[in-house]
């Protein structure tokens, strides 16, 4: 079982950037398709982006389209998640998810949090009006 640990977080204003990673271990990680997630309070934890294990497909929900982007360095057993143009509703707790594939489902991007079996603990997000 693959153990992921997020980073990266914190407290930004208003239009702000921030990068999150999420370093793993334990496996190997080329073989994983990686989510981002975030939960905000009172919320159910709801999708953000994802990428293939294969790295040549991504995802997005429709909220962080042209803001948010994923990204992977499999040398380093890290995903990325670049954050641009933060708004106040982008706050929420942060969690990096993995998921492991095989050749066939390599180029698949998975949306579903319920499809993930390994999760971070989280790293919290803040951004200010």
């Known amino acids: 079982q693959v153990q992921l640990v997020e980073s990266g977080g914190g407290l930004v204003q208003a239009g702000g950037s921030l990068r999150l990673s999420c370093g793993a271990s334990?496996?190997?990680?080329?073989?994983?398709?990686m989510g981002w997630f975030r939960q905000a309070p009172g919320k159910e934890r709801e999708f953000v982006a994802a990428?293939?294990?294969?790295?040549?497909?991504?995802g997005y929900t429709d909220s962080v389209k042209g803001r948010f982007t994923i990204s992977r360095d499999n040398a380093k057993n890290t995903v990325y998640l670049q954050m641009n143009s933060l708004k106040p509703e982008d706050t929420a707790v942060y969690y990096c998810a993995a998921r492991p594939t095989t050749y066939i489902s390599r180029s698949i991007v998975y949306t579903r949090r319920q499809l993930y079996n390994a999760w971070g603990q989280g790293t919290q997000v803040t951004v200010s009006s």
């Open positions: 334990g496996g190997t990680f080329s073989n994983y398709a």
């Open positions: 990428i293939s294990s294969s790295g040549d497909r991504t």
